[in-house]
């Protein structure tokens, strides 16, 4: 195996790993010459064409440079995929015969730099985005896989995730770690939940981006913060995945689109913030929030949407058993402390039916 290096004047830095006139994908990436990923799993790309072809093999064509960016040119001899996405009327895989004549498709695999202003903080980083050429073979979604781990190890990695995976929002990997964004239920001895046992039940494979998943990925280890978004994601199903004793993450996005030959992968951006020292557990989490924030509002405006910050609210939403507990003077407290809590500037939410539903059940009983 051998590797070419592509270098951004911005600081960064990737290997293009070959063997021969094969491209095995990107190697290590760098920036400010500290390693942002481990070369143990290249990072690239898995394709299927609805025509039973699948692209998982690639041939380097050329390295154009223009401007600043550059563009991996490379190949792909598709290769049979008898059992492919579509199902028939029993519910069973489509299964497609083999042909004589097989499809190459061509891939375009654009990175230009870039620098951002995230708050108060300078992030500089990389665009990147792949577009693919067949011409009588479409496609509707591909599948990015790569790992990222600053440093190039996972252990001593925290990472911050708000979505609803089975793992805490926030948490520091060890080389001993296991934890996966699949949705799963856990289970537990008499409904006492154990967050370690694996469930029988796994309702989603991959969360979509926004809606389960998390608009970004992020990670901060010593005097570094990392971020990955796109900012027009679309349907992008995502999963992050950590294997005990594998000292990598796991990173899978699998943007869908409409079916067509000539495809344009969502743009993402790779940012990286530098500290002067190293990060402290207030600041990443500062980073991290400014990340969301302005990830959600890029995201939001392509719908003409507008973040809103939500207000504190006082809930007075009492179930039968709490009313049945406080008895018929169950408001009392309530309405004794409403005078502070509008002094603090936090709105009432009190619901009049529902309070009046459970007033007349308590009342009834």
Not at 237 to 246: D, H, P, S, T, Y
Request: glycine share 8%.
């Amino acid at each position: 195996m051998s590797t070419r290096e592509v270098t951004f004047e911005n600081g960064f830095a990737f290997e293009l790993l070959t063997k021969g006139d094969e491209f095995l994908g990107i190697g290590e990436v760098r920036y400010a010459g500290r390693k942002l990923c481990s070369s143990e799993f290249p990072w690239l790309f898995y394709i299927e064409s609805e025509a039973g072809f699948r692209f998982d093999r690639f041939a380097l064509k050329e390295v154009q440079s223009n401007g600043g960016q550059a563009t991996i040119v490379f190949s792909s001899q598709g290769t049979w995929l008898p059992r492919i996405q579509e199902a028939d009327a029993m519910g069973d895989a489509r299964i497609k015969t083999r042909r004589k004549e097989t499809p190459t498709a061509v891939f375009r695999w654009t990175f230009r730099p870039i620098t951002e202003k995230i708050c108060e903080n300078s992030w500089t980083g990389l665009a990147m985005q792949l577009q693919y050429d067949c011409p009588g073979h479409a496609i509707h979604w591909a599948l990015e896989d790569t790992t990222w781990e600053i440093g190039g190890a996972a252990e001593g990695c925290t990472l911050i995730q708000q979505d609803v995976s089975s793992f805490g929002p926030e948490q520091t990997a060890q080389l001993s770690s296991s934890f996966t964004t699949i949705e799963r239920f856990t289970r537990g001895d008499g409904g006492n939940i154990d967050p370690n046992a694996w469930g029988g039940s796994f309702p989603m494979d991959m969360l979509p981006r926004c809606a389960g998943a998390a608009p970004l990925d992020f990670q901060a280890k010593g005097d570094m913060a990392l971020c990955l978004f796109a900012e027009k994601p679309s349907l992008t199903r995502a999963r992050l995945q950590k294997f005990a004793g594998e000292n990598v993450i796991h990173y899978l996005d699998r943007p869908f689109f409409p079916l067509t030959e000539h495809a344009a992968l969502p743009e993402r951006k790779l940012l990286v913030y530098k500290h002067p020292k190293p990060l402290r557990r207030h600041e990443w989490r500062n980073l991290w929030l400014d990340c969301f924030t302005e990830v959600r509002s890029r995201i939001h405006a392509n719908y003409g949407f507008k973040c809103e910050p939500p207000h504190p609210l006082v809930w007075a939403f009492l179930w039968n058993w709490e009313l049945e507990m406080c008895g018929a003077r169950w408001h009392d407290a309530l309405f004794a402390a409403l005078p502070e809590y509008k002094r603090l500037g936090i709105q009432p939410g009190l619901h009049p039916w529902r309070v009046e539903w459970h007033v007349e059940r308590h009342d009834n009983q």
